[in-house]
């Protein structure tokens, strides 16, 4: 089968958008956008070049019936996509709940629509060549200017702060596996391993700690890479690499001696959650104005809600006008001010009942069966959305970043590109 290039104006814009999608929600959000055209895009060329109407000998009719890994992987997440729409969709209506809230799972079905037509349909529209670095170069530009947004101004990013460093995790760990690969040129692979790092001293600088788990990820991602002699091949390494790895770890060193204010702020943000969490088993209702201290006491007066009506949940109007009167009652304004139980899971089960959890476990399991499904073929895109897996199902822990538009756009992109260079690997150039 032929396969061509990304239009180069198109695909220049598309790279532009993605490496600067941090610095503001609309960016990010037209670089999904862009995303969904190409796939539209896609169809529409694959009808207009009548490829659907060749003999039954084509090389299209033998694909169609023998499906590359890709294109199932591609339609086990728009089925995900789909079904976990669906189930959250029916307690949403039965509650005549706000659809502005949901979104997340509209972006996510159209941005999996377009990565089946991305994937599938001819022309077969492919990253060739130098597309194939550029957009790791982008994704590597992502991470260095969430770094300078996180740095600039803290917790102050475009959009929620726990919601925006998850969104820049999704970036770092797209990124992460392309160090892995051994017929990309090791300069471009040694920059990419510094803009994982800027990446994720993005997500530090944040002072987001329930999207520290990046940090997790890397180490134990790492570790397996180490021992499986995949990433580090201690042999091979030149003298200059070991110079290069002895100065960062002296500056490293040095950093934590000089501790500066940056430092200071994110030691003592992880510190304040022992101090939140303690105060939260002596005083309850001064703790219930703290950051920690509300989550525990949302969390625990969720579990008794759902104990009382687990199957139907209450709807998401009823359940914000419960957190409000729970805050009310401890006499928090903390609470009161909040729309949600900072906890993607349980504000699911406390709005929508079982289903409401349902949909959320049906749309991480479709992610875990793409990753099954490339592990063998595709490694690295295998690893990278393992990876956006572990954080979108860690970070949503202690925040419901579902609420926000731009982390469905952004989680609807990372799991299309994933998926997008996957396919372009067994594109010839």
Same mark, same amino acid.
């Given at each position: 089968?032929?396969?061509?290039?990304?239009?180069?104006?198109?695909?220049?814009?598309?790279?532009?958008?993605?490496?600067?999608?941090?610095?503001?929600?609309?960016?990010?959000?037209?670089?999904?956008?862009?995303?969904?055209?190409?796939?539209?895009?896609? /169809?529409?060329k694959?009808?207009?070049?009548?490829?659907?109407?060749?003999?039954?000998?084509?090389?299209?009719?033998?694909? $169609?019936?023998?499906?590359?890994?890709?294109?199932?992987?591609?339609?086990?997440?728009?089925?995900?996509?789909?079904?976990?729409?669906?189930?959250?969709?029916?307690?949403h209506?039965?509650?005549?709940?706000?659809?502005?809230?949901r979104?997340? $799972?509209?972006?996510?079905?159209l941005?999996?629509?377009? #990565?089946?037509?991305l994937?599938k349909?001819?022309?077969?529209?492919? =990253?060739?060549?130098?597309?194939?670095?550029?957009?790791?170069?982008?994704?590597?530009?992502?991470?260095?200017?969430?770094?300078?947004?996180?740095?600039?101004?803290?917790? $102050?990013?475009?959009?929620h702060?726990?919601?925006? @460093?998850?969104?820049?995790?999704?970036?770092?760990?797209?990124?992460?596996?392309?160090?892995?690969?051994?017929?990309?040129?090791?300069?471009?692979?040694?920059?990419?391993? =510094? @803009?994982?790092?800027m990446?994720?001293?993005?997500?530090?600088?944040?002072?987001?700690?329930?999207?520290?788990g990046?940090?997790?990820?890397?180490?134990?991602?790492?570790?397996?890479?180490?021992?499986?002699?995949?990433?580090?091949?201690?042999?091979?390494?030149?003298?200059?690499?070991?110079?290069?790895?002895?100065?960062?770890?002296?500056?490293?060193?040095?950093?934590l001696?000089?501790?500066?204010?940056?430092?200071?702020?994110?030691?003592?943000?992880?510190?304040?959650?022992?101090?939140?969490?303690?105060?939260?088993?002596s005083?309850?209702? $001064?703790?219930?104005n703290?950051?920690?201290?509300?989550?525990? /006491?949302?969390?625990?007066?969720?579990?008794?809600?759902?104990?009382?009506?687990?199957?139907?949940?209450?709807?998401?109007?009823?359940?914000?006008?419960?957190?409000k009167?729970?805050?009310?009652e401890?006499?928090?304004?903390q609470?009161?001010?909040?729309?949600?139980?900072?906890?993607?899971?349980?504000?699911?089960?406390?709005?929508?009942?079982?289903?409401?959890?349902?949909?959320?476990?049906?749309?991480?399991?479709?992610?875990?069966?793409?990753?099954?499904?490339?592990?063998?073929?595709?490694?690295?895109?295998?690893?990278?959305? =393992?990876?956006?897996?572990?954080?979108?199902?860690?970070?949503?822990l202690?925040? #419901?970043n579902?609420?926000?538009?731009y982390?469905?756009a952004?989680?609807?992109?990372?799991?299309?590109?994933a998926?997008?260079?996957? @396919?372009?690997?067994?594109a010839?150039?």
């Amino acid at each position: 089968m032929s396969h061509r290039p990304f239009p180069t104006l198109a695909f220049a814009f598309f790279s532009l958008c993605l490496a600067a999608a941090p610095t503001s929600t609309k960016i990010g959000g037209l670089a999904w956008v862009l995303l969904c055209l190409m796939g539209l895009w896609a /169809f529409v060329k694959s009808y207009s070049s009548k490829a659907l109407e060749v003999g039954a000998h084509s090389p299209y009719n033998y694909l $169609e019936s023998s499906p590359s890994a890709i294109e199932e992987a591609a339609r086990v997440w728009l089925l995900a996509c789909l079904a976990a729409a669906a189930i959250r969709f029916l307690p949403h209506a039965f509650w005549q709940d706000n659809w502005d809230r949901r979104h997340a $799972e509209i972006r996510l079905i159209l941005g999996a629509l377009a #990565t089946v037509a991305l994937v599938k349909w001819p022309p077969f529209y492919r =990253l060739l060549g130098a597309q194939k670095v550029i957009l790791s170069y982008a994704l590597a530009l992502a991470c260095f200017v969430g770094f300078g947004v996180a740095a600039l101004y803290g917790r $102050e990013t475009p959009v929620h702060a726990i919601a925006w @460093a998850v969104c820049l995790s999704f970036m770092v760990c797209l990124l992460a596996p392309k160090v892995l690969d051994s017929s990309v040129p090791s300069a471009h692979r040694k920059f990419w391993v =510094l @803009a994982v790092l800027m990446g994720s001293m993005g997500v530090v600088l944040s002072q987001s700690r329930g999207v520290y788990g990046l940090l997790i990820w890397l180490t134990l991602a790492g570790y397996v890479a180490a021992s499986n002699r995949m990433l580090l091949q201690f042999s091979t390494f030149k003298p200059a690499t070991w110079v290069s790895v002895g100065l960062a770890f002296l500056g490293f060193i040095w950093i934590l001696g000089t501790q500066p204010p940056w430092l200071t702020s994110v030691m003592q943000r992880v510190s304040e959650i022992w101090v939140e969490a303690s105060l939260a088993q002596s005083n309850p209702s $001064e703790a219930a104005n703290t950051s920690v201290g509300s989550r525990l /006491f949302l969390w625990s007066k969720a579990l008794d809600a759902i104990e009382v009506q687990p199957w139907f949940g209450y709807g998401k109007e009823n359940s914000i006008a419960m957190i409000k009167q729970w805050g009310l009652e401890i006499n928090s304004a903390q609470v009161q001010k909040l729309g949600h139980l900072h906890h993607e899971f349980l504000d699911a089960w406390v709005s929508h009942g079982l289903m409401g959890i349902l949909s959320l476990l049906v749309m991480a399991t479709g992610m875990g069966l793409v990753v099954r499904k490339l592990w063998v073929p595709h490694p690295r895109a295998a690893q990278g959305v =393992l990876g956006i897996l572990f954080m979108h199902l860690t970070a949503g822990l202690s925040n #419901t970043n579902m609420g926000h538009n731009y982390y469905g756009a952004m989680l609807s992109l990372s799991v299309g590109l994933a998926l997008v260079m996957a @396919a372009s690997e067994e594109a010839k150039n």
